[in-house]
């Protein structure tokens, strides 16, 4: 393993592997010894402060250097292509680059044209791809139920356009789940299912939920909702939010996850993201364990 | 003591305690071992470089890892409400949040609704409290004069909006400090003095200079003066500011102070900004001294 | 040496053995152990990411901590004076101040009135000096030919503006090199040449070309071509862009720099900058190892 550019390929030993060392750190704690030495770069070209912090906090817990590349004040804006950029940067010896950009498969196009063995992560690409949110979901999951073989898991939202949906699909079957619903408007569904092939999908929320184990909510973007001539907010929560009543059709200990920011009364209600059922501070929590068990796989593979 | 929120409750035993502590770094200098492993994060809802910058360097200079969440580019941009920042900061598993905002009582907010341990900072909250600059002040003139009890003090500026005047207060007067002149145009005094009871309040910097001891001059903030109608630059510092002749109305050995950035030819004059009297510098130097001792003592209390 | 300014006045021996320092620690890698306790903060009032980031690896290498001081936040939008910066800075206790100004000897400014022995790196200012440029580029054409006495070295571009023209031609010419042509049009060249005497200026640029060793072709900054009443892009790249044909009126050995970041097409083809003769890449890997023996050679100079 190289480069943690999709889930999509990875195999299930692999993934399961992944987050038994991401179980170890959450065990364990820090491991300062492991990437001295060792620099991580984030290469964000779209904001997003949550994510890169919680990729700086697990490299540092490592013992790594981190260096934030912003890219508001950079040469890219002199008119620097992107591959110039990745060769300075591979030049100044980075042992990974951690990039999240707006453009599918950009990750890829990166490690494809990579010169050194500096390790590329993708932290987000378009629609296609979020492996560590993929990662930190299944984790989140086993955290509590063991096996994800016999769950029925909900994914609700902007599915369509959802770089979290995919990975989480990708993650989850790789696992060995079958029976996950995704859930959405049809404006917010995806054009071809067969990307899906396995997954039911439909319309209906209320029936989705039926005895779910998993629901997993899905941040919806404004802009998004306009541009699909979408209902307003308060139409989109009666349809398609996650309430207090909703959450009741669902298997009695099912477990709500959304990969935030929320958007308390767009998507979910703020009583069901801050009830007992939820678990998406523990996403957050495993976010930081998952990326440090990818940088270390990555930078300082196991023997 | 969990966290440091305004100098106001708490007991002098304890700010000789915590400046005792900063003495201690100012001799001894780093103590890398100290925080180790811990992390400190850096919330800042306004901006500002100094104090920012003077918290990172004394939490690394004690060996944490210090994470800076940039606002601007951050996700509460994506309306993400305060109270789901903290409590996601919280789960990546932070020691400390290091909080500037503009509104008063935020960071006790923040700290009232903490789920774990973390401890709370107030680097400034609006015009009501910034603890590490009431001690950084009170260290500084604990350098020079060991006992504040028969020292006359006077603050002048825009008393009304300013939170260091008022921590100034609080940690005088809980040092023994029974002589504190406050002084401003009617236009920048509080509009309830009984917060600052003890203290005498004037219009008249002249009469308030009289043999004084030590004198803070405040930032002017055009913004301000424009609001309240304030004369121009030049007469504001005919009338308040501070040049040569008017410290020569104070003892003769009456040092200067000003939290900075300084306006010269507003609030005060280059020639005593500079002058062998102003001790403006050491108000730097001692504020990282302060805030080590603030993070040591809230993250590695002594035994 | 307490600073780094300028390379105009620094013997070549001085030049030499930074250079030799770099060559180490391109041989060694890093040295953790040797700025510990060491803080660097970078003062840009430019953005330049690059020099900053190749900056922060270089002393993070040596085991200093970095702070960076954005100066689009800062306090001096308050109207702060660069003078009280500086002494606030130094107050911090800082041990090297990186600057970066669009003003001509504004690192020397500050240098002059610094009140410790805080060291001034000038990572550029206006078109003075790049000093660590020179010193890298000074260590690429080392890398691979041994002696630059006999070496015949072009420099193409804006040498008006260049602050990089300036410090290659200093670092050359110290170093023994006797045979170094400026090339440029008209409005592109210096209005006062004796700043360069020593040197060959000329317009035609397949002339200067002829059995050059090394040819280090500058960045036009498209503002200055149409303030210049430039010719298009297309027009500039054919009279002075460099591309395989003109590169064969060079030694058949002769080595390609560019300071970055580059822009194909307008000074030079992206097959020149990708090809076997480009060392444009040593320059970037060149530019840590300079900077890590700078700030080793200012911060813990060898016995």
Redesign the interface.
């Known amino acids: 393993m190289r480069h943690l550019l999709t889930l999509e390929t990875l195999p299930g030993a692999k993934i399961a592997h992944l987050l038994e060392r991401a179980e170890d750190f959450r065990t364990r704690?820090?491991q300062?010894d492991l990437l001295?030495?060792r620099?991580v770069?984030n290469l964000f070209f779209e904001?997003?402060?949550?994510t890169r912090?919680?990729f700086?906090?697990a490299a540092?817990?490592l013992g790594a250097?981190v260096?934030n590349?912003?890219?508001?004040?950079?040469?890219t804006?002199?008119?620097?292509?992107l591959l110039?950029?990745l060769?300075?940067l591979?030049?100044?010896?980075l042992d990974a680059l951690v990039v999240r950009h707006n453009e599918n498969r950009m990750p890829d196009w990166l490690a494809e044209h990579a010169?050194t063995d500096v390790a590329i992560i993708n932290a987000g690409d378009g629609s296609r791809a979020h492996p560590t949110q993929g990662l930190l979901d299944a984790l989140t999951i086993r955290q509590h139920r063991r096996n994800l073989e016999n769950l029925a898991i909900v994914i609700c939202g902007d599915i369509r356009h959802s770089r979290v949906a995919r990975s989480d699909v990708h993650a989850f079957t790789a696992l060995g789940a079958r029976d996950i619903r995704l859930c959405a408007p049809r404006a917010l569904l995806p054009e071809d299912t067969s990307e899906f092939a396995g997954c039911v999908v439909s319309e209906d929320f209320d029936a989705a939920l039926d005895n779910a184990d998993v629901v997993i909510m899905l941040r919806i973007q404004k802009e998004r909702m306009a541009a699909a001539l979408l209902p307003a907010d308060s139409d989109y929560f009666a349809q398609y939010g996650l309430d207090a009543r909703r959450l009741a059709l669902a298997a009695p200990d099912c477990m709500v996850l959304h990969p935030?920011?929320?958007?308390?009364g767009v998507e979910i209600a703020g009583e069901v993201a801050d009830g007992a059922q939820s678990r998406i501070?523990?996403?957050?929590?495993n976010?930081?364990f998952v990326r440090m068990a990818v940088l270390a796989e990555l930078l300082a593979p196991r023997a």
């Open positions: 704690g820090r300062r001295v030495d620099t770069l904001p997003s402060t949550r912090t919680s700086e906090i540092r817990r250097d260096v590349f912003d890219l508001s004040r950079s040469s804006t002199k008119g620097e292509s110039d950029t060769h300075t591979e030049a100044m010896r010169n935030g920011p929320i958007n308390r501070l523990d996403q957050v929590s976010g930081v």
